[in-house]
């Protein structure tokens, strides 16, 4: 088996975890942002939190073992935009709110027969596509082009920033401070203590994030073949599942699509195993609407800001790239804005 | 009274135009003229000959995001024999600044006309191949991709190298009798295309590795003439049948004369 391929299964099965394991657990970040904004339960971002704590931890530590380098990766590329990234957070915060959960977590309910996230899916797919290479992409780029920043030469991360100590130093420091500061507000809340299921959710996912790092850096590794270096992310993906399920003929398999037929077929296969599954659609045209322009805004947010909940929230974050905290912040904000406000959208 | 307009054709005037439509079409000649007929410099190479279309096959994906590495994968499916062997290869990139990508040069101890490589496509294009056997056949294939970030051409990533002219070669240390050995070749090298501006503003001098040879126990079997619309750190992939065991050498030559060398061992059991 070569790296290619063997690294296109390791990505399935990290697929098939994270979609049964998101079944079980009911990880979501909008749950989470919903329960801590408004119903008051603070156990479902504590197990994002966790997930976090957990990527942040592992992938740093593979990546001063040498065996990966995220340096490689687009997180942590020479510029990035000042401008996009928190504004595709926004779009992609608000977009996640306006339809209960983001496009990781469309697929998992697609996989226990909700058809409301079909939809979704669609929507983000072709619009996040529509950003990256379509229609909007001539307007992204450009705009891209003139808020693009640097600080230094160097890969633009929070250690980098602090480069002056070492930057071996400095990584360590950040990832310790970060990882220690999460796990302090995970676990200092008793509901998220008794809460096994989440604090299951959070470990799980969270390990998925390294997991998925290596099996691009370290299993896929070929010389003779190079393949990007990425992890967990559903935005773009979303869309090339789409477009190859249409032009497979003359188009490979990415990492990307392994892992959404894997979320997807783990989802379902925990779903009917657990007696979870049934089928159910819109009650309502406006609901329906409400769907379709939440998946578009997230799939342009998505695209904008690289990355969604899990692109940037985790994988993003667990490089420590700068251009990730402003996204991930801008997913917080435009979830806020949705929750709560002037803005605010009506309670589903 | 029927006051609506008459919109609707007399039956005459209907087969009227539909036979005149029928005869533009003929006219232009299949206005679906293949792309090589189109392409000059694939049309002086193949001169006066009849190409075929059929027998010789070009892999390429429909759709490309970053032009800058496209894999390309040209093949003829038929046994090399000393009398009848494809003895060339040409690719063309038709809408690049330089258009020839590489050209190969093979014999029978080849064992298989199939040969893989990575190509640098500034737009979507068709890319088109010409192969010549030692008989004089003639064969063509051709292939749209779209590319969908273009001007790879003035990226930096597009030269991403390090360690440059530092060889890379994988051969399997042992293969049956009569049975071809695929081999795997990979040299570090921008392949600086003379066409971008390096941080000071001004245009970097092209640059790239010009020519490419592999041999077995001193016979030559497989050479390669590369251009400028091959991608960054030159892949190529092709195949050997060694009769016995013997020595593979690999020789890349830089169009500035510098050279690198690798070499490596194959056992026929």
């Not at chain 2, 029928?22 to 007929?37: H, I, P, R, Y």
């Not at chain 2, 030559?253 to 060398?261: I, K, L, S, V, Y």
């Amino acid at each position: 088996m070569t790296p290619a391929v063997l690294s296109l299964w390791a990505g399935f099965v990290i697929g098939l975890a994270f979609g049964a394991a998101g079944q079980v657990t009911g990880f979501c970040l909008t749950r989470g942002l919903v329960g801590w904004w408004v119903t008051g339960d603070g156990r479902k971002i504590r197990a994002f939190a966790l997930a976090l704590a957990i990527a942040i931890l592992v992938t740093q530590l593979a990546d001063a073992a040498g065996l990966i380098d995220v340096r490689q990766s687009i997180y942590l590329g020479a510029t990035f935009s000042w401008l996009l990234m928190p504004l595709g957070g926004v779009l992609f915060g608000y977009g996640m709110v306006a339809c209960n959960g983001c496009g990781s977590r469309a697929i998992v309910l697609l996989g226990q027969g909700n058809l409301r996230s079909f939809v979704v899916l669609v929507c983000l797919g072709i619009a996040a596509y529509m950003t990256l290479t379509g229609l909007l992409a001539p307007l992204r780029t450009q705009i891209a082009g003139v808020t693009g920043a640097a600080i230094g030469e160097g890969p633009q991360s929070l250690p980098y920033l602090a480069r002056a100590v070492s930057s071996n130093v400095a990584r360590v420091v950040f990832a310790l401070v970060a990882v220690g500061l999460l796990l302090w507000f995970v676990f200092a809340h008793a509901p998220f203590r008794a809460s096994r299921k989440d604090i299951a959710g959070g470990l799980i996912i969270g390990a998925l994030i390294p997991a998925g790092w290596l099996a691009t850096g370290w299993l896929g590794f070929d010389d003779f073949d190079p393949a990007p270096l990425v992890s967990l992310t559903f935005v773009a993906p979303i869309g090339e599942t789409i477009q190859y399920a249409m032009i497979a003929t003359g188009t490979k398999v990415s990492f990307g699509v392994a892992v959404v037929c894997g979320v997807f077929l783990g989802s379902l296969a925990a779903a009917l195993s657990t007696g979870s599954f049934h089928l159910e659609g819109f009650p309502t045209a406006q609901r329906m609407a409400r769907y379709m322009a939440g998946g578009a805004l997230m799939g342009i947010g998505g695209a904008l800001a690289l990355g969604c909940s899990i692109g940037q929230g985790l994988t993003g974050l667990s490089t420590l790239a700068l251009g990730s905290f402003l996204a991930a912040g801008g997913i917080l904000l435009g979830g806020r804005l949705a929750l709560r406000g002037p803005l605010a959208l009506p309670p589903l | 009274m029927d006051l609506s307009p008459r919109l609707t054709l007399s039956r005459r005037a209907a087969l009227r135009l539909g036979a005149s439509g029928v005869a533009s079409l003929a006219l232009t000649g299949g206005a679906f003229a293949q792309a090589w007929e189109r392409f000059e410099p694939a049309r002086k190479l193949i001169g006066d000959a009849k190409p075929s279309p059929d027998g010789l096959t070009l892999e390429l994906p429909l759709v490309s995001e970053d032009g800058s590495s496209v894999q390309l994968t040209v093949s003829a499916n038929r046994p090399m024999t000393d009398g009848d062997y494809v003895q060339s290869i040409h690719l063309f990139a038709t809408r690049n600044p330089s258009p020839e990508i590489a050209s190969f040069e093979l014999t029978p101890r080849a064992g298989r006309a199939n040969v893989m490589t990575r190509v640098r496509l500034n737009e979507s294009q068709a890319v088109i191949a010409v192969a010549r056997t030692s008989k004089g056949e003639v064969l063509v294939a051709s292939r749209d991709v779209r590319v969908t970030q273009s001007g790879c051409l003035v990226r930096a990533d597009t030269y991403e190298s390090t360690g440059e002219m530092q060889p890379r070669v994988r051969v399997p240390a042992k293969v049956s009798a009569g049975a071809p050995a695929e081999i795997l070749t990979l040299i570090n090298h921008p392949m600086e295309t003379g066409l971008r501006e390096g941080a000071d503003g001004k245009i970097l001098p092209q640059r790239i590795v010009r020519s490419f040879e592999a041999t077995l126990d001193g016979e030559s079997f497989f050479k390669a003439t590369l251009y400028r619309s091959l991608a960054a750190n030159p892949y190529l992939r092709f195949y050997a049948v060694p009769a016995k065991s013997g020595k593979l050498a690999f020789k890349w030559t830089e169009d500035t004369g510098r050279t690198a060398e690798a070499s490596a061992s194959i056992a026929v059991g």
